[in-house]
Every structure is written in structure tokens, then in C-alpha cells.
């Protein structure tokens, strides 16, 4: 029986961009979510993972979520959520007796019964399909270190713990599916990709608790299609069945505002059809910008962003000759080809009334030498305009190669010496001033008193 379901991932509900919080992002999305909710009808909504941004969520945060599966349940049926690496899969999971019967499944961590991540799919009380849902799976819960075992051994243990759970929960699901039902799996981690040359494929690596690489064919071939999270990029990985990534909804970083967040539609014809996929670019509320150069030219460009007027089109091309890169290449305006397909993203409140747009500015400036109260004269610079100053790095003209000191010696160095040295490293060529020293003493001091120590 045909169905479709509504994949989406990597919300990040409560993450900052330096000082300032994505809300207002978040809130837009998770309204047009429900929009696209309502007009599509799908029989399943799946949240494949990070749907915080960290283990401890601010309440505003969990509130949103617990809101969203609310409204969200008035059109969508069976709406499965899973843990990712983000979450507290233990704390996603105390909510889940109260959503039995709900059509809503929470699944934070990987439970130890394969049956329980069994979820039916359900349309007016007949099951159309069902979903193997593996929440992320860490790494020390699969394999922990043994002493004297190299990385790549450790490794192989993962994808094999890797391969057995999936495959144990698809066997569960098996155990439950009748002739014609399709297997849905959805899971939260990184499937290496590009398994046709050797060149290409990455061994595993576990890489600050994650596991980077397991390949496609572990997640095994009997699923209609595998819908996952983890990497913020919209994508198709290649595999025995398709591998979908849904990407993050909104630009987590500068970077990500490469390629477009949105959700993915999958329809399924049924089982062992093949599904067809279209992809709904979400609006974007804010529009990310970076501006780089020396301050001076910095200031100017910020002075200029915050005069901007013009249609979207207009001020984004502005925002590429501000940026100084190639067309789209700084801020995300550039369209990802395999990930557009289908409907152009929807105009907006601020282009309809010409006011140009806004958004959130990083700064890169190069600096030959410490500017007191730099941030706070930048983001005065853009005060009123719609635009906030969001991320400012500091380069030094020289880059930064200077001295370097070995990691024991700095023990050996008076402090006024290492600050010397790091301040040489990235202003080459020029002495400390003086009133920086004794602002350095004057705060060495402060310290050491606090301290009581000498
Ligand atoms: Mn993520």
C-alpha cells in the first residue's frame, strides 16, 4: 500500500551562534513544518535525531518540541522521533508512557528489547507500513576499548555491533509486517559514502565518540528506504536501498548556509517499489552574511550592509560582493542541485514589502594589532538595520606563524613571558604596549590575590 511520509532532522532546538540564540529560526521553521504538514497529509512524520542542540536543553526548548508534536499530531497520524548524538536519549525517553496511544513514539536511546523500536504505521486503524527505528547508537555502549586492541580492530567491533543492531531490529519488524507492508528505517549516524572505489571509502573511525563511516550495506537491504540524521548536508547516500539524509532544517554554522534546509517528502509505493523523493526548501527567516577584510574595510561593509534596501534577489547579491567570494559561495545562496528539486523557496513578508532582508553577520577581520571594544564598535555599526553581529574572529595580518613554545616549557615561563610571546605570534614584528603590560599585571595580580598564591 502506498504512503508518505515527511523526513526531517538535525533541528538543534536551542543552539547559539556565539551569543545569540536561533529561536526565532527554530519557531519559523517548526510553523512551516506544520504547514507543510497540513498540506501534505503524510500517514508518517520522522524526526531522525538531534532534535536539541545539547543533552540538557533550555526549557524554552523542550517546550517548543512538546508544542510542535502537538499541533503536529492534528495532521500527521504516526509521528516517530529519535534520539541523536545531541540528545540525552534518556531524557527524550521520560516522556514516552505518556504518549502511548498517541500515535507519537519518542525513542531516545537504543533500548535492549529489538521489539521496541518496532512502530507501527498506521492510517484509520489499518497498518500500512512499519518502522524500525534505531536511536544513535554510541560507541562505548557497542564496543568499549579493550586494552592493546588498535583503533581499526575497535572499529570493526563497531560496524559489526552496528550491523547486528540494525539487522536484530529489522528482524523484529519483519517478525510484525504482513505481505505488501514496506519496512521504514530511520536512524541517527554517518554512512560512509561512495562505496564504489576503494580510493573513496573511508575506513571507521571513532572520532570524539562518534562513529564516522559505517558503510551502507551494514544498515542491510530490506527497507523500502533508510532515512537518517547526522549530517547536516541534504543527501542521498549510495547503498543496497536508498540512504536519505533530510539535512538540517536552518544553517547550524556559517558554513552550512551553503546549501538549503528543508525536509524531505518520501513516497512509498509499497513494498519492494521503488520511492520517489521531492525536496520542500524551507523559507529562510534570516539571511547569514559574512564580511571579511582588514577593519577598515570591514567597517565600511558593515556600514553598507546596514543601508541595504532592495528586493531578496538584490540584497543577496549584495551580500555575495560583500563577502567577496565567487557567486553564492559565502553565505549560502548557491542552490545544492540534487537537493532542490520541485517547489522554489516561498517569497517573503520583507521581499513583498521591499525592505530588503536581514540576518545574522559573521565577521572575519584582520588585525595587526588588539582593538579595545572592537565587537561592541562593529555591532554599533549595524544597530537598527535589521542586521545583528553574530560571530567576530580576529586574524592577525601575519597569520599566525610565529614562535611556538613546547607544551613543557610553558610551564617553565614567567607569565608576562608567555603573554610577550603570544603577542608576538600574532602581531609579528611589533613590541607589546605598554599599557597593555601593566593592564596585564594589573590583572595577573587580581588573579594571583583571588588565588592566594604568590
Ligand atoms: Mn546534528
Redesign the pocket.
Known amino acids: 500500500m502506498g504512503f508518505k511520509i515527511v523526513h526531517t532532522?538535525?533541528w538543534?532546538l536551542g543552539q547559539r551562534l556565539d551569543r545569540l540564540d536561533r529561536k526565532e529560526e527554530h519557531q519559523a521553521f517548526l510553523e512551516w513544518l506544520l504547514s507543510v504538514l497540513e498540506e501534505e497529509k503524510p500517514d508518517l512524520l520522522a524526526v531522525c535525531?538531534?532534535v536539541f542542540d545539547s543533552a540538557n536543553p533550555p526549557v524554552e526548548s523542550v517546550g517548543m518540541l512538546y508544542t510542535f508534536l502537538a499541533r503536529a499530531s492534528a495532521w500527521v497520524p504516526n509521528i516517530v522521533v529519535i534520539g541523536?548524538?545531541?540528545d540525552s536519549g534518556m531524557r527524550l525517553d521520560v516522556v514516552s508512557p505518556l504518549l502511548k496511544g498517541t500515535g507519537i513514539t519518542v525513542l531516545g536511546a537504543c533500548p535492549g528489547e529489538a521489539e521496541r523500536c518496532v512502530v507501527p504505521v498506521m492510517r484509520d486503524g489499518i497498518r500500512v507500513a512499519v518502522v524500525a527505528a534505531v536511536p544513535y547508537l554510541r560507541p562505548y555502549d557497542l564496543a568499549t576499548a579493550l586494552s592493546g586492541e588498535t583503533e581499526a580492530e575497535r572499529a570493526g567491533r563497531i560496524v559489526d555491533s552496528v550491523t547486528a543492531r540494525f539487522r536484530e531490529i529489522q528482524d523484529a519488524a519483519d517478525g510484525l509486517r504482513c505481505e505488501g507492508e514496506a519496512l521504514i528505517v530511520l536512524g541517527h549516524l554517518f554512512v560512509a559514502g561512495g562505496l564504489a572505489t576503494p580510493e573513496s571509502e573511508r575506513p571507521v573511525q571513532v572520532e570524539a565518540g562518534r562513529i564516522m563511516g559505517v558503510p551502507a550495506e551494514a544498515l542491510g537491504n530490506r527497507a523500502a528506504c533508510i532515512l537518517l540524521?547526522?549530517l547536516?548536508r541534504p543527501q542521498r547516500v549510495k547503498g543496497p536501498v536508498p540512504v536519505l539524509y533530510s539535512g538540517?532544517p536552518i544553517p547550524?554554522t556559517f558554513d552550512e548556509a551553503r546549501y538549503p534546509g528543508g525536509v524531505t517528502v518520501v513516497e512509498v509505493a509499497g513494498r519492494d517499489q521503488p520511492v520517489q523523493v521531492r525536496r520542500l526548501p524551507a523559507p529562510k527567516v534570516l539571511e547569514l552574511a559574512e564580511v571579511t577584510g582588514t577593519l577598515d574595510e570591514c567597517r565600511a561593509k558593515l556600514t553598507e550592509l546596514a543601508k541595504m534596501t532592495g528586493t531578496l534577489d538584490e540584497c543577496r547579491a549584495k551580500l555575495t560582493e560583500l563577502a567577496g567570494g565567487p557567486p553564492g559561495s559565502a553565505h549560502g545562496l548557491s542552490e545544492d542541485g540534487q537537493a532542490t528539486t520541485g517547489a522554489q523557496e516561498p517569497p517573503r513578508e520583507a521581499e513583498a514589502a521591499g525592505r530588503g532582508c536581514r540576518g545574522l553577520v559573521k565577521v572575519t577581520v584582520r588585525l595587526d594589532g588588539p582593538v579595545p571594544g572592537l565587537r561592541e564598535e562593529l555591532a554599533a555599526l549595524l544597530d537598527g538595520s535589521g542586521w545583528v553581529l553574530a560571530v567576530v574572529r580576529r586574524e592577525s595580518m601575519a597569520g599566525t606563524t610565529g614562535e611556538t613554545v613546547e607544551p613543557g616549557l610553558l610551564d617553565d615561563l614567567p607569565p608576562d613571558e608567555v603573554f610577550r610571546r603570544r603577542y608576538a605570534r600574532l602581531y609579528p614584528g611589533s613590541e607589546v604596549p605598554s599599557d597593555l603590560v601593566d593592564a596585564f599585571h594589573e590583572l595577573l595580580e587580581e588573579v594571583w590575590g583571588r588565588e592566594g598564591e604568590p
Open positions: 532532522s538535525d538543534h535525531g538531534d541523536g548524538n545531541h540524521g547526522h547536516h538540517s547550524l
